[in-house]
């Protein structure tokens, strides 16, 4: 295949950027959407007249979230239910122009290029705090604590959240709520994470404000767009956790 990408290129967190034209020849559609950018950054370090584009990877396998873009102006692109490092080139045609562009939102700033700051997740997390049930040591054996097989589903279905951001990026408000509601949800269902489940949802919506997120406005584009299908039922699930640990003056 022959590509047209228009590509944005930002020098750093100041700079104001701009899409920049780039056309590559014979890309494979057996390629991932990250080898093809690497196919891309050789050719330009080759040609040595600018940087090579700067993009966020680490496992390429779907489960760290930090291959976090906006392809065609939908996050991880035109797929559903995979990160752009899962995306193959196979759903693009020859000839196509693909905008390729960093997530925008004001919680996640321009470092470079592609690659933003996503650190505003990890404070979210950080004011979640610890379960204090020990879980290692001398502990019970699991199956003493009997979990409903339907509330560990969907404990689990919310845990599989990798944290990559899509949800905020592909949201008109630009609302973190599908993140922290995995994030919650998570705990809130096993009997382990009920002890500090006040403390935990109204520490992390108070950060998640903090961070300067919009608030959910039941677009659900968040839940379309998320690589991991989380459900929009976590975010019901985090208000009635919110109202519940507000009403009891925790
Ligand atoms: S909810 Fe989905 S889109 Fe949002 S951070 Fe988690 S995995 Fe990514
Ligand atoms: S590089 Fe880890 S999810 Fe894509």
Known sequence: MKLTL?????????????????TLDNVSEHMSFLEMMDVLNEQLITEGKEEPIAFDHDCREGICGMCSMHINGEPHGPDRGVT?????????????????????????????????????????????????????????????????????DKAFDAATCIGCGACVASCKNASAMLFVSAKVSQFSLLPQGKVEAKRRV?????????????????????????????????????????????????
């Not at 228009?6 to 780039?22: L, S």
């Not at 759903?91 to 693909?98: A, S």
């Not at 997530?103 to 700051?117: S, T």
Request: glycine share 8%; with cysteine.
């Open 6 to 22: 228009k590509i944005w290129r930002q020098k750093n967190a100041t700079d104001k950027g701009a899409i920049k034209t780039y």
């Open 84 to 152: 752009t490092c899962q995306l193959h080139m196979r759903k693009f045609n020859d000839g196509d122009t693909i905008y390729i562009e960093p997530f925008r939102a004001k919680g996640f700033p321009v470092v470079k290029d592609l690659v933003v700051d996503r650190s505003a997740f990890d404070r979210i997390q950080h004011a979640g705090g610890f379960i204090s049930v020990p879980t290692s040591g001398n502990t019970q054996d699991a199956n003493a604590t009997p979990v409903p097989k339907a509330d560990a």
């Open 202 to 250: 109204l520490n992390m919506v108070e950060q998640m404000d903090k961070e300067g997120f919009g608030n959910c406005t039941n677009t659900g584009a968040c839940s379309v767009e998320c690589p991991k299908g989380i459900s929009l039922e976590n975010i019901a699930r985090m208000n009635r956790e919110y109202l519940k640990a507000t009403i009891s003056g925790e």
